[in-house]
Every structure is written in C-alpha cells, then in structure tokens.
C-alpha cells in the first residue's frame, strides 16, 4: 500500500509516550502508532457523525416508507 511521508509537531510528553510503546513492541514503529490513532480517532467521529444524522430523521416517516415496501411485498410471503 502506499504511504504518503508527512511531517507532524508533537508535545515531548506524548512523544515519550510513544518510543516507551514502540520499544515494548506494541507498535512497529512511531509511524504505525500514529497512522493506527488517526485511523481510530477518523472512524469515531464518523461514528457520531452517522448518529447525528440518525438522530435527524423522523420515525414517522420512516415507518411509512417501510410499512408501504413492505406491503407490496406482503402478498409474495408465504403464510406460516
């Protein structure tokens, strides 16, 4: 996969931090640990992202539209 080079500015605390969790090998290097903490801190703000948007639609509606796909399905379904 390709990479793309970057350069960052970091407090010296957290870059502390960091070379004592790559010298315990729980990274492979400063750039895994970074890439792996962007990655995780990206997908949970898309997470509240998706249940902003959630939160916006109207159960009412959203019923209907289902309750009216499902009836034209219903006549298909066998009886059980």
């Keep these: 996969m390709?990479?793309?080079r970057i350069a960052i500015t970091i407090d010296p605390a957290?870059?502390?931090?960091l070379d004592l969790l790559v010298a315990s090998k729980q990274f492979q290097s400063r750039s895994q640990a970074?890439?792996?903490a962007?990655?995780?801190?990206?997908?949970?703000?898309?997470?509240?992202?998706l249940a902003r948007e959630?939160?916006?639609?109207?159960p009412g509606c959203e019923?209907?539209?289902a309750d009216?796909?499902?009836?034209a399905e219903m006549s298909e379904w066998s009886v059980y």
């Design 68 to 71: 009216e796909g499902m009836s």
């Design 2 to 4: 390709n990479r793309a």
């Design 54 to 58: 959630c939160a916006r639609l109207d």
């Design 63 to 65: 019923q209907a539209m």
């Design 34 to 36: 970074i890439e792996e």
């Design 38 to 49: 962007v990655s995780a801190k990206l997908r949970h703000l898309s997470r509240g992202r």
């Design 14 to 17: 957290v870059l502390k931090d």
